[in-house]
């Protein structure tokens, strides 16, 4: 893709939605420097939705899709609080939303026996205690997913009673070690338990609870018989989660997962975009040549724009990085995609160092935290529709800030 500088002067996504502020809990507003709103603010604010509409500031959400009836720009928790607790657990769901979350992600894999789980990838290696169990030594082993080795244990080989045997823990206890004292508190949740989760927690919260779902490595795990996308059509659908007035975002790095899903289902539906020169696996299995710096050329936001409401592209497919990793000037991605009638959720707002463009680190520490919160409220100003982040409340604080100085109170 060419990659033109923004000017200054381009138009920016300051509309808030009414639902924006009445979805987040008290405690989040307060953090983010608001007030809960009543149903008589949601009318004023309904009104002044209006008018920025009429300024043609609203963002690009088709109305009738489901996006439309969640905040903008988006809190999406990565994986749950993921950098305070284990990802993937119903403690990291918890805090997720505790701190703010508008939405937590899940990755969905299946075990042997078909049931759908909640782990970053099916090698459960480094995100649970398997290695610890002499029981299932034997099943360590090497696999080639979507053209990678791999060793490890995969959750495809035990069946689900065996893997509730296993306990999470931190993926990156180096990194996070604040995270390790949890290792071994929760199990590895289905996402039928994750479903139910969420349905609980909408009716103590009082405010809609929505799931973001990710088929992972759907071309594989469809090519050994354990195919992704109807068994998670089933659980949405049992869920009352299914469908435009259901609460649920649908993702996946390979666009011929969403077009299934988009058969089974009426649910807003994200396409995953990586690095410039990487393609989606289902391509490379296709012969399809074209790499995602092609999907990202307004013609490729086209096409998938016949298929999904949104990308969900790698931050710096919107703000690049040089050699040094210091920021280079933005990319037209933010307003080629909002041309082409898509959002954008980009991946992944995390606070250490490490994560952050050098623009924003605090001192040589790798894994101490930087600037979260001025990157994050530089990806909002970017025209970013929202992004997932490991660190809710720092993206909720940098949101509220973004949202004061726009003039939403």
Do not use: C
């Amino acid at each position: 893709m060419t990659q033109r500088p923004i000017g200054g002067g381009s138009s920016r996504r300051t509309f808030l939605r009414a639902t924006g502020a009445a979805g987040l809990g008290a405690a989040a507003l307060t953090a983010a420097g608001a007030t809960p709103a009543s149903a008589a603010d949601d009318e004023q604010a309904d009104g002044r939705g209006d008018a920025q509409r009429a300024a043609g500031t609203r963002p690009p959400v088709r109305t009738g899709t489901g996006l439309d009836r969640l905040p903008h720009p988006l809190v999406v928790a990565h994986r749950g609080a993921s950098g305070y607790r284990p990802e993937h657990t119903l403690g990291s769901y918890e805090l997720a939303l505790e701190l703010g979350a508008d939405v937590i992600e899940q990755d969905v894999v299946p075990t042997k026996d078909g049931h759908l789980v909640v782990r970053h990838e099916n090698n459960i290696a480094e995100t649970t205690d398997v290695a610890d169990h002499p029981e299932f030594a034997a099943r360590r082993t090497t696999k080639t997913v979507d053209g990678t080795a791999l060793t490890g244990w995969f959750t495809e080989d035990f069946t689900l009673a065996e893997l509730r045997t296993l306990r999470a823990k931190e993926r990156l206890p180096q990194q996070r070690q604040r995270n390790t004292p949890y290792d071994g508190r929760w199990p590895v949740p289905t996402f039928r338990e994750v479903v139910e989760f969420a349905n609980r927690r909408s009716r103590t919260l009082g405010r809609p609870v929505w799931l973001y779902p990710e088929t992972k490595h759907p071309s594989y795990f469809r090519s050994i018989g354990l195919p992704l996308e109807e068994r998670l059509a089933d659980e949405l659908r049992r869920g009352g989660l299914a469908g435009r007035n259901g609460r649920a975002v649908l993702q996946s790095f390979e666009p011929s997962s969403l077009q299934r899903l988009a058969k089974l289902v009426d649910n807003p539906r994200i396409q995953l975009l990586s690095g410039p020169t990487t393609q989606p696996y289902d391509f490379v299995l296709a012969g399809d040549r074209r790499t995602v710096a092609d999907l990202v050329t307004p013609g490729g936001l086209r096409w998938l724009a016949s298929f999904s409401h949104g990308i969900g592209p790698t931050t710096q497919l919107i703000a690049p990085v040089d050699a040094a990793g210091r920021l280079l000037p933005p990319t037209t991605l933010v307003a080629d995609a909002h041309a082409a009638g898509l959002v954008l959720h980009p991946w992944t707002v995390r606070n250490e160092n490490s994560f952050l463009p050098v623009d924003f680190r605090r001192g040589t520490d790798p894994n101490a935290y930087g600037d979260s919160i001025g990157w994050a409220r530089r990806l909002y100003d970017l025209g970013v529709d929202g992004f997932f982040t490991d660190n809710t409340d720092t993206s909720v604080l940098a949101r509220g800030d973004f949202w004061a100085s726009r003039g939403v109170n």
